[in-house]
Structures are given as structure tokens and as C-alpha cells.
């Protein structure tokens, strides 16, 4: 969905009680996102969406929360459990006395993002694997460039957290069906839980290393920019990206910046895009107009994928234009609905089972 602005929020629970703590709104775009992180289907998703009203009413821009160094409006807090499920929110605290067009003081949930317990200590960026003794070895890219014609981007998580990079070259592999390649490849390896969303927040602990779209967007620039003539160059003709699941979501914020910056062509670069979460013709959007290719790989999918797709306002799909009419039929039969109200509602549109 397109950009929503503030006076168009929706309250987040129509269970919060009128006058206690902050009132709290959320951006109704991420109805897909909260489906893929929050999922209220289960009880520790149901607890989840309870905390997060709960949280943000009383506590939010408190000692707990990350604030923006550049925005003193902008936050985030991590709320539920990292060993059962935790989300990130970032959101903007508005006050009486704020000029902007909203719908008064209060929270603006605006993104989402889900933590994974990271036990094995993996670390995050730009990695180059290779293949030895019947397994692959990674070792990170001091240049912060690509190194050679092949990146894949994504991340995987099981009961225990996010797996190790070994195992999930191999994952990677067969979600594009490619599961007997031993070439070279770099790999960024970007689990949404240590992604923050183009901003620098001083945060209370420093728990993982923090990526932003910034971050992937200048491994783009500096290999357009490798200098070709030097002798040591690993410069190639053409580079293929494949991009696995959650990672379509910092692939979107780094090809922004780039369309933005006006000053990279990506016209050497083909993305296969596989189980996006996030809806497809963003990305085909913005990579065609930096001159690059773009194609939707179906070699794997997810259901949350499946979710993004169908709320997807530029597809003419049936499934899309179904879940739009439902979403639009909600939201006329009462003019007030809330999220939570709009989401029970969607029902089985937002199925991920």
C-alpha cells in the first residue's frame, strides 16, 4: 500500500480504555507486516499484540526505548519475549502542542520487525562462501564489496534461532533450486532483527550489530564504482542477485536510496526475487528504474509472502482484488474500525496456515 499519513491511522485496539496512558495509532499498511510478525492466530502472538498496547500507552520513548539521534519524535521498543517471540516497533510519540497533520498526541506505530534469538552469535553484512571438505566457509568482506557475480541475500531462523551461515548457504541453495552449487557466492546476511529502518538510534543495549538499507545500498555503490583498469580487479560484467524472503524488505529501503541519490545505474545488475515479503511490484518498480532486471522466482514461497502478495495495490491478481474489496467493505461499514477490529475481520485473508 502506499504511504499513509498520520490523520489516516487507525487507534490499534479497540479494547484500550479512553483515558488511560497515550493513545496509540498504527500505520493500517502493515496489516501484512503484523500478520508476519505479530500473528494474534496463536497465544504468543495474542499476547504479543495485548503487550504491545499495553507497552506503548505507559512506557514508549522511555529509558527501554531506542531513540533516533537525528529525530527526537522517532523511537523504538522491543517488546515480548526473544526466547518466545519478540518484535521491534518503531514508532513517532506526537504531542499536545505538535503541529503536524494527525489525529492528535499520542503513538504512531509506523513498522514492525521481528527478533530471532541469535544464541549462535552469527554475524551480519557482507560475507564471501566458499565450498571445502563438503562444506561452506564464509569469511567476511573487508572491501565492502561484491567480490564475485552472485549475492544472495536472506536469513533463517529454526525452535533454536537464526542457523549458522554454513547451514543456511545450503537453505538458501534449495529455496532457489540450486542445491548442487559449490561456486563462490557473497552473501549478506541480513536477519530483519538487526535492521533498523535508515536511522542512527542510541539504543539502550547494544545487543547486535545494527544493519540499515544504507548499509546494503553503498555495497551497490562501491561495486558499480570497482575501478575496472586496476589489475587486481574483481570487477564482473553482470551480477545476479537472488533475494530470499524477509530480505526483500532492506532490498526495497536500499533501492530507495539509491532512486533517491540519483547517482548509481544498476543496469549490470538481474534480482530474482523469491518469496518477497513485501509486495513484488515495489521492487520490480524500483529496480527498473535504476536499469536493472527484476524477476519474481517461484522456485519457494511462504505463506507470509502469500499475504504481501495479496495486498499488493498495483496487482490486478483475483486474490488481490478480493482482499482489497474485503478491506474496503470493512472499513466503510464502520467508519471508526480499529486495527484490531480490521484485522479479525480480514480473517482468512491473512491466513498463514
Given at each position: 500500500?502506499?504511504?499513509?499519513?498520520?490523520?489516516?491511522?487507525?487507534?490499534?485496539?479497540?479494547?484500550?480504555?479512553?483515558?488511560?496512558?497515550?493513545?496509540?495509532?498504527?500505520?493500517?499498511?502493515?496489516?501484512?507486516?503484523?500478520?508476519?510478525?505479530?500473528?494474534?492466530?496463536?497465544?504468543?502472538?495474542?499476547?504479543?499484540?495485548?503487550?504491545?498496547?499495553?507497552?506503548?500507552?505507559?512506557?514508549?520513548?522511555?529509558?527501554?526505548?531506542?531513540?533516533?539521534?537525528?529525530?527526537?519524535?522517532?523511537?523504538?521498543?522491543?517488546?515480548?519475549?526473544?526466547?518466545?517471540?519478540?518484535?521491534?516497533?518503531?514508532?513517532?510519540?506526537?504531542?499536545?502542542?505538535?503541529?503536524?497533520?494527525?489525529?492528535?498526541?499520542?503513538?504512531?506505530?509506523?513498522?514492525?520487525?521481528?527478533?530471532?534469538?541469535?544464541?549462535?552469535?552469527?554475524?551480519?553484512?557482507?560475507?564471501?562462501?566458499?565450498?571445502?571438505?563438503?562444506?561452506?566457509?564464509?569469511?567476511?568482506?573487508?572491501?565492502?564489496?561484491?567480490?564475485?557475480?552472485?549475492?544472495?541475500?536472506?536469513?533463517?531462523?529454526?525452535?533454536?534461532?537464526?542457523?549458522?551461515?554454513?547451514?543456511?548457504?545450503?537453505?538458501?541453495?534449495?529455496?532457489?533450486?540450486?542445491?548442487?552449487?559449490?561456486?563462490?557466492?557473497?552473501?549478506?546476511?541480513?536477519?530483519?532483527?538487526?535492521?533498523?529502518?535508515?536511522?542512527?538510534?542510541?539504543?539502550?543495549?547494544?545487543?547486535?550489530?545494527?544493519?540499515?538499507?544504507?548499509?546494503?545500498?553503498?555495497?551497490?555503490?562501491?561495486?558499480?564504482?570497482?575501478?575496472?583498469?586496476?589489475?587486481?580487479?574483481?570487477?564482473?560484467?553482470?551480477?545476479?542477485?537472488?533475494?530470499?524472503?524477509?530480505?526483500?524488505?532492506?532490498?526495497?529501503?536500499?533501492?530507495?536510496?539509491?532512486?533517491?541519490?540519483?547517482?548509481?545505474?544498476?543496469?549490470?545488475?538481474?534480482?530474482?526475487?523469491?518469496?518477497?515479503?513485501?509486495?513484488?511490484?515495489?521492487?520490480?518498480?524500483?529496480?527498473?528504474?535504476?536499469?536493472?532486471?527484476?524477476?519474481?522466482?517461484?522456485?519457494?514461497?511462504?505463506?507470509?509472502?502469500?499475504?504481501?502478495q495479496r495486498f499488493d495495490i498495483d496487482s490486478t491478481s483475483e486474490d488481490s482484488?478480493?482482499?482489497?474489496?474485503?478491506?474496503?467493505?470493512?472499513?466503510?461499514?464502520?467508519?471508526?474500525?480499529?486495527?484490531?477490529?480490521?484485522?479479525?475481520?480480514?480473517?482468512?485473508?491473512?491466513?498463514?496456515?
Amino acid at each position: 500500500m502506499a504511504d499513509v499519513p498520520l490523520s489516516n491511522y487507525l487507534v490499534y485496539s479497540s479494547e484500550a480504555k479512553e483515558g488511560v496512558g497515550r493513545a496509540v495509532y498504527i500505520d493500517p499498511s502493515l496489516i501484512a507486516t503484523f500478520t508476519e510478525c505479530v500473528d494474534p492466530t496463536c497465544e504468543v502472538g495474542r499476547n504479543v499484540a495485548v503487550q504491545i498496547q499495553q507497552q506503548l500507552s505507559s512506557t514508549a520513548g522511555g529509558v527501554k526505548s531506542g531513540q533516533s539521534i537525528g529525530d527526537a519524535a522517532e523511537f523504538y521498543s522491543d517488546i515480548g519475549s526473544i526466547d518466545q517471540r519478540c518484535v521491534r516497533v518503531f514508532y513517532r510519540i506526537l504531542q499536545a502542542e505538535c503541529s503536524e497533520n494527525s489525529r492528535g498526541p499520542g503513538v504512531y506505530i509506523h513498522d514492525i520487525k521481528r527478533f530471532q534469538n541469535n544464541s549462535a552469535g552469527n554475524g551480519t553484512g557482507l560475507f564471501r562462501m566458499n565450498h571445502e571438505a563438503g562444506r561452506w566457509m564464509a569469511r567476511e568482506e573487508p572491501q565492502g564489496s561484491l567480490s564475485t557475480n552472485i549475492l544472495r541475500m536472506g536469513s533463517q531462523v529454526t525452535s533454536s534461532g537464526l542457523i549458522k551461515l554454513a547451514e543456511l548457504a545450503d537453505e538458501l541453495l534449495e529455496a532457489s533450486s540450486q542445491s548442487t552449487y559449490k561456486t563462490d557466492f557473497n552473501l549478506y546476511h541480513c536477519p530483519l532483527a538487526v535492521v533498523n529502518n535508515g536511522e542512527e538510534y542510541d539504543t539502550p543495549e547494544k545487543r547486535f550489530k545494527i544493519l540499515s538499507p544504507d548499509d546494503l545500498a553503498e555495497v551497490f555503490t562501491k561495486t558499480v564504482n570497482i575501478n575496472r583498469w586496476d589489475s587486481n580487479s574483481v570487477a564482473q560484467d553482470s551480477y545476479t542477485v537472488y533475494c530470499y524472503g524477509d530480505a526483500s524488505k532492506l532490498l526495497q529501503g536500499a533501492l530507495e536510496r539509491l532512486g533517491k541519490a540519483g547517482n548509481v545505474s544498476l543496469s549490470n545488475f538481474t534480482f530474482e526475487v523469491i518469496a518477497p515479503h513485501s509486495p513484488y511490484s515495489q521492487l520490480e518498480k524500483l529496480v527498473k528504474n535504476l536499469k536493472g532486471k527484476a524477476n519474481l522466482n517461484t522456485s519457494w514461497t511462504t505463506a507470509a509472502s502469500g499475504v504481501y502478495q495479496r495486498f499488493d495495490i498495483d496487482s490486478t491478481s483475483e486474490d488481490s482484488i478480493a482482499a482489497f474489496k474485503k478491506y474496503g467493505e470493512l472499513k466503510k461499514n464502520k467508519t471508526n474500525i480499529s486495527f484490531s477490529e480490521l484485522w479479525r475481520g480480514l480473517g482468512g485473508v491473512l491466513a498463514l496456515n
